[in-house]
């Protein structure tokens, strides 16, 4: 069984700032891209950041220049650091993985249980 562990959200100020971690763990042969996806209420989720195993990352325009993704491979977690938040940014953030499984080998992607982030005006 995979799981994907989110911490980090929480309450901040306008401007402030605020760290996401997301840790695998499991039966997990290779961890491919992973990434970080929001939903606002009574919006769709939608796509903030992605990296791949690699370390090439993909960032939705509403935070380019403020939010930076990246990854430790050995310790299977992804991070999203968020700077200079403005009120919109207010959502349950929800960390995705693709990877491949143990045995048999199988490729999946599973979300993890989502973290709210509130950004005070």
């Known amino acids: 069984q995979v799981r994907l562990v989110e911490s980090g959200g929480g309450l901040v100020q306008a401007g402030g700032p605020l760290r996401l971690s997301c840790a695998a763990s499991?039966?997990?042969?290779?961890?491919?891209?992973m990434g970080w996806y929001r939903q606002a209420p009574g919006k769709q989720r939608e796509l903030v950041a992605t990296?791949?195993?690699?370390?090439?990352?993909n960032y939705a325009d509403s935070v380019k220049g403020r939010f930076t993704i990246s990854r430790d491979n050995a310790k299977k977690t992804v991070y999203l650091q968020m700077d200079s938040l403005k009120a919109d940014d207010t959502a349950v953030y929800y960390c995705?993985?693709?990877?491949?499984?143990?045995?048999?080998?199988?490729?999946?992607?599973?979300w993890g249980q989502g973290t709210q982030v509130i950004v005070s005006s």
């Open positions: 990296i791949t195993s690699g370390g090439t990352t």
């Open positions: 995705n993985a693709e990877y491949v499984t143990t045995w048999p080998p199988k490729g999946q992607s599973r």
């Open positions: 499991g039966s997990i042969a290779s961890l491919n891209a």
